[in-house]
């Protein structure tokens, strides 16, 4: 049974930095690419980042670009964001996602991340 | 910038069948899009439902459906339920690593 738990949200300051983490079980991590996804209070969803299952290749929404960073440590089965200059508009629940087939057949609980003053 | 539209909000009766479709600001989507389709309620996190346009994901039941209608994608339910008020998000990949959803479809069963 696929498993993604994220962690490592919370309050930031503007201008701040934040890694968050999503640990993965269940499956062969070494084989799936996979995803962030965020959703702003009261908002629609939207597709902030991907890596493909060797950790190589690398894609970003725009809004992100530059300054969030995906990574995974294949030895630990454990995704990652490094997510810095961060802003209010960046404040999230960011849920982590398996990709398969060119969708998201696993997502977790999500992790809130608030940016504020 | 191309954005995904789909519709804000429909609303269906007990029993009916409403379908809501996803589409482009500029151009058509196609099954090289590989539409998929997410129901999620508030609180929780998102369930896959449809994939690749019309593959329903394991476990949904066989009253939702995906195709292709005219120039986008479209998710049919067919004899709504109460529990199928929610919200729906369709995503397309709009190719080299790149996913975009659609600002989402709040659906009110009534």
């Known amino acids: 049974q696929v498993q993604l738990v994220e962690s490592g949200g919370g309050v930031v300051q503007p201008g701040g930095s934040l890694r968050l983490s999503c640990a993965a079980s269940g499956f062969t991590f070494t084989t799936y690419g996979m995803h962030w996804v965020r959703q702003a209070p009261g908002k629609g969803l939207e597709w902030v980042a991907f890596i493909r299952y060797g950790g190589r290749d690398k894609y970003y929404a725009d809004s992100v670009k530059g300054r969030f960073t995906i990574s995974r440590d294949n030895f630990k089965n454990t995704l990652y964001l490094q997510m810095n200059i961060l802003r209010a508009e960046d404040t999230a629940v960011y849920y982590c996602?398996?990709?398969?087939?060119?969708?998201?057949?696993?997502w977790g609980q999500g992790t809130l991340v608030t940016v504020s003053s | 910038q191309t954005v995904v539209t789909q519709e804000p909000s429909f609303s269906v009766s007990p029993g009916g069948t409403v379908t809501l479709t996803c589409g482009l600001s500029?151009?058509?989507?196609?099954?090289?899009?590989?539409p998929s389709w997410y129901q999620q309620t508030p609180g929780q996190a998102p369930r896959t439902l449809i994939y690749?346009?019309?593959t329903r994901s394991s476990g949904v039941p066989d009253r939702f459906s995906g195709s292709i209608l005219g120039n986008k994608a479209a998710l049919t339910i067919t004899g709504a339920q109460a529990d199928d008020e929610s919200n729906y998000y369709c995503?397309?990949?709009?190719?080299?690593?790149?996913?975009?959803f659609g600002g989402g479809t709040k659906l009110t069963v009534l």
């Open positions: 690749s346009t019309n």
């Open positions: 995503v397309l990949y709009m190719d080299n690593g790149i996913w975009m």
């Open positions: 500029s151009g058509s989507v196609s099954t090289g899009y590989f």
């Open positions: 996602a398996k990709v398969s087939h060119f969708y998201f057949d696993s």
